[in-house]
């Protein structure tokens, strides 16, 4: 109401006793984050918005948060900010064609502009993973934060990169992050027993494949791949033994 005014000291006064007595109230948070911002505290204001993202990760006032929070890092302002939405929204339709090279300039553009979007460098390293540009993916999914909305596919994402590479004890770690969140996905359970298979873990590979041949049964592969297992089986079963 204060800052409607113009009276920002008293404006600054109101949200710190409201801070004083809901500290995790969320709404408080971004109120103060847009306070300090209007008083030129880029700083505190920041502070605010990744509160305000930490206390409700999942709610849309952490939506909004993660906006603004987008906005005051990248020095643009809200208009500049909408327009360059429209520019994203055409990156993902680029995406949805499997125009990956087309998408991924345009979302360097995007990125150009609003360079702490956390979303836009995920999508570009969903588009450099798709091209097998492992590498440069792995660079663009170090750009998203950890308050980023869908940790799972980030790590699921990584995971992927480090499996295209054929490094799959780096895989491992990001694979059982998104499996464990995501037990039932296909594509995540399916990672998860390759992942396995390749580590040698060969019992608890054979139980996932078991499990995606019943639930998802058109699973990419997946007859290759629990061929594959019946010989790393067979093999290791036959290698019992031998001595040196």
């Not at 990248?74 to 998408?103: C, P, V, W, Y």
């Not at 390293?125 to 940790?151: H, I, N, S, W």
Request: hydrophobic letters at 35%; one cysteine or more; aromatic letters at 12%.
């Amino acid at each position: 109401y204060y800052s409607q005014l113009g009276d920002l000291i008293k404006a600054r006064e109101s949200i710190i006793d409201a801070l004083n007595s809901n500290p995790e109230d969320p709404q408080v948070n971004l109120y103060a984050a847009r306070l300090y911002y209007q008083m030129k505290d880029k700083e505190n204001a920041q502070r605010f918005a990744r509160t305000t993202i930490d206390l409700a990760p999942s709610s849309m006032i952490s939506e909004e948060a993660r906006y603004f929070y987008s906005r005051i890092m990248s020095g643009i302002t809200e208009e500049e900010q909408m327009l360059n939405r429209d520019l994203f929204l055409e990156a993902i339709n680029k995406m949805k064609k499997r125009d990956m090279e087309s998408a991924i300039n345009v979302l360097e553009s995007v990125l150009t502009i609003e360079p702490y979007y956390w979303r836009a460098w995920f999508l570009k390293g969903v588009g450099l993973r798709t091209l097998a540009r492992y590498e440069e993916a792995l660079t663009a999914f170090d750009k998203v934060d950890e308050l980023f909305e869908d940790q799972v596919s980030l790590h699921h994402e990584i995971g992927k990169c480090h499996m295209g590479m054929e490094n799959f004890q780096k895989a491992f770690g990001h694979i059982l992050y998104a499996f464990k969140n995501r037990p039932q996905e296909p594509e995540i359970m399916g990672n998860m027993a390759i992942v396995y298979m390749y580590l040698g873990r060969l019992e608890e590979s054979e139980v996932l494949f078991t499990q995606l041949k019943k639930t998802a049964p058109g699973f990419r592969n997946i007859d290759v791949y629990m061929n594959e297992l019946k010989k790393l089986k067979k093999r290791k079963k036959s290698s019992r033994g031998n001595g040196c």
